[in-house]
T-cell receptor, first 114, second 115 residues
Framework: AQSVTQLGSHVSVSEGALVLLRCNYSSSVPPYLFWYVQYPNQGLQLLLKYTSAATLVKGINGFEAEFKKSETSFHLTKPSAHMSDAAEYFCAVSEGNQGGKLIFGQGTELSVKP | DSGVTQTPKHLITATGQRVTLRCSPRSGDLSVYWYQQSLDQGLQFLIHYYNGEERAKGNILERFSAQQFPDLHSELNLSSLELGDSALYFC??????????????FGPGTRLTVL
């Protein structure tokens, strides 16, 4: 069965500092992996996705993630945090033979201090 | 704006009641997914419809049902409501061109409060 674990329910960084949000997955077949962001009182917005084309995936707003099969990880990074990055971030996994349903991690709330 | 609309935005009702949540997918998207977001369970997949047919079910209670109509809008029906059903319910749509790999576009959600 698919599952996703996000390490750290809350992460706090200073403005300009590196952002690192951790995600590990479990999947019996090559997975599709996603990072979504949720701003307060809004729906989820896709940041980036991995679909086996390239292991380093670049997304919107300067975020990127690297797929590491040996570590079953898909960590999200951004070199320099902005105040506007404060939000909740969700890692999700999908398997093609499951029709596209997303299995989400518990989420990581990112705070950015001035 | 994702192009997915959900109504109503907020819903307050009492235990034992029945409610209907509505979702209109993005123009051209044939797939509709429903998710529930609660503090204790997080984001959970409920059900997936493609072009009017049910494709997959997740942790959806028997008191809940859904359907997708010929115009592709979808409704999620919740009955015999309990306090624990209070949550944010999201609808998402996709074109289903790459099952599994498609981006799902999420609506703004319906916040259900059961008193």
């Amino acid at each position: 069965a698919q599952s996703v674990t996000q390490l750290g329910s809350h992460v706090s960084v200073s403005e300009g500092a590196l952002v690192l949000l951790r995600c590990n997955y479990s999947s019996s077949v090559p997975p599709y992996l996603f990072w979504y962001v949720q701003y307060p009182n809004q729906g989820l917005q896709l940041l980036l996705k991995y679909t086996s084309a390239a292991t380093l995936v670049k997304g919107i707003n300067g975020f990127e993630a690297e797929f590491k099969k040996s570590e079953t990880s898909f960590h999200l990074t951004k070199p320099s945090a902005h105040m506007s990055d404060a939000a909740e971030y969700f890692c999700a996994v999908s398997e093609g033979n499951q029709g596209g349903k997303l299995i989400f991690g518990q989420g990581t709330e990112l705070s950015v201090k001035p | 704006d994702s192009g997915v609309t959900q109504t109503p935005k907020h819903l307050i009702t009492a235990t034992g009641q029945r409610v209907t949540l509505r979702c209109s997918p993005r123009s051209g998207d044939l797939s509709v997914y429903w998710y529930q977001q609660s503090l204790d369970q997080g984001l959970q997949f409920l059900i997936h419809y493609y072009n009017g047919e049910e494709r997959a079910k997740g942790n959806i209670l028997e008191r809940f049902s859904a359907q997708q109509f010929p115009d592709l809008h979808s409704e999620l029906n919740l009955s015999s409501l309990e306090l624990g059903d209070s949550a944010l319910y999201f609808c998402a749509s996709s074109g289903y061109r790459d099952p599994g790999g498609d981006e799902q576009f999420f609506g703004p959600g319906t916040r259900l409060t059961v008193l």
